[in-house]
């Protein structure tokens, strides 16, 4: 079945870039996707990116593919004190919903 | 637009009785809901897949009879935790696939914690 594996905690200082890496192994993997979670809340879709591209910025966000390795990552230039949270990795087939979640990384981020 | 609701956010209710868990497409509508778990530091794990009119799928390992889903409306599912015990307690998260829209497009509404007593 599919897996989705990620480190679970990174610690910034406010201003520096974060990079929050996931790997996945399903080759049939279409979308992947990053979600972010506060504490008690439900998720959030920060962005997402298509197999066939390599790379897709969105403001402070950067996500970059590499499908060959099967590695996917997240970058926030400027990490701020709001961007504390945790970060799931996601990712899904065409024409399938289900969505298989990764384990989820702490971003901790230090005035 | 695109928003998901889940009622009650937040709910403690003594062993062996039961809890309904409601999720809500706002301003949408959405053919397919889905049930998720989330335990204490870890990922979200998808219990089931609930669809209008129809009898919901679950996935490996979750009791069918245990949690029961009604996808009565193309606003609405709920989740029913019948007899309910300790090891239920967790955050349940559903999500809401708008309908005609393409696969990826899903929508998560903002978690209810259950704490069983």
């Known amino acids: 079945g599919e897996d989705v594996e990620q480190s679970l905690f990174l610690s910034v200082r406010e201003g520096d870039s974060s990079v929050i890496n996931c790997t996945y192994t399903d080759s049939s993997s279409t979308y992947l996707y990053w979600y972010k979670q506060e504490p008690g809340a439900g998720l959030q879709l920060l962005t997402y990116i298509f197999s066939n591209m390599d790379m897709k910025q969105d403001q402070r966000l950067t996500v970059l593919l590499n499908k060959k390795d099967k590695h996917l990552s997240l970058r926030i230039a400027d990490t701020q004190t709001g961007d504390s949270a945790i970060y799931f990795c996601?990712?899904?087939?065409?024409?399938?919903?289900?969505?298989?979640f990764g384990t989820g990384t702490k971003l901790q981020v230090i005035p | 637009g695109a928003v998901v609701s889940q009622h009650p956010s937040r709910v403690i209710c003594k062993s062996g009785t039961s809890v309904k868990i409601e999720c809500r497409s706002l301003?949408?509508?959405?053919?397919?809901m889905f049930w998720y778990r989330q335990f204490p530091k870890q990922s979200l794990m998808l219990m089931a897949t609930?669809?209008?009119?129809?009898?919901?799928?679950?996935e490996q390992g979750v009791e069918k009879d245990k949690f029961l889903i009604n996808h009565a409306s193309l606003t609405l599912s709920t989740l029913t935790v019948t007899s309910a015990h300790p090891e239920d307690s967790s955050f349940y998260i559903c999500s809401a696939h708008p309908e005609g829209r393409l696969s990826y497009e899903q929508y998560f509404g903002p978690g209810t914690r259950l704490t069983v007593t």
């Open positions: 996601a990712e899904s087939r065409e024409g399938y919903q289900k969505v298989t």
């Open positions: 609930s669809n209008e009119g129809s009898k919901a799928t679950y």
């Open positions: 301003d949408f509508q959405a053919t397919t």
